[in-house]
């Protein structure tokens, strides 16, 4: 073999090298390309989810604060909305109680209603009934006569100007408060009972407000 053939086969030699060696680095260039890929694939979508998670809980948080807010608005709304009609309502109700008293059978029907409770609650002995002024003489002996002939004390009648309508009734040191203002003292109760009466009969309340 002379040199031109040695330095024909030591070339050719050398481009089947390097064919294998391009080949090689090639694949590994393209085996580390497709890693990069997927691991900015993946590091992508784990961003994408996490912003995803994020704008849905943001979403949810939004959400969440939109109705504690509409319905804080609606609770002071119907707060006020209650507070105007009991403000309202409170003045009707000391007019009503005592236009009751001032006329003759309705404060007839008072009197002989508190007469009755007293009878349940205090001891016998002297009753001394103070009432607002106006009951007169004519009205209520006809329930003191009852009274004196079922106890063993005459009952007292005394006109107290500081009632403005009603009637308290003291014996043996307890007393029955059932004038206007003691009927009204426990405004908590009442207020309480009145919007009972008025969920219960929604159209009590729109009079109310009228």
Known sequence: MNLDEREAGLIALINVYRDDACRTLLEAARAEAGAVVGRAYRAERD?????????????????????????????????????????????????????????????????????????????????????????????????????????????????????????????GGALLDVSLEGLLKDRARLEARLLALLTLEPAAGERIAR
């Open 47 to 171: 961003r994408l989810h996490t912003r995803i998670v994020a704008e849905r809980a943001g979403a949810r948080a939004r959400i969440h604060a939109a109705r504690a807010e509409h319905d804080t608005r609606a609770r002071t709304g119907d707060e006020r909305a209650t507070t105007r009609l009991l403000t309202s309502a409170w003045p009707r109700l000391r007019q009503r109680l005592a236009a009751r008293w001032a006329a003759p059978d309705t404060r007839r029907d008072w009197a002989v209603s508190a007469l009755d409770q007293a009878r349940r609650v205090l001891p016998d002995g002297l009753w001394t009934i103070r009432h607002a002024p106006g009951w007169s003489a004519a009205e209520w002996q006809p329930l003191a006569a009852a009274l004196a002939e079922e106890r063993t004390a005459e009952p007292r009648f005394i006109a107290d100007g500081a009632l403005t309508a009603g009637l308290t009734i003291a014996s």
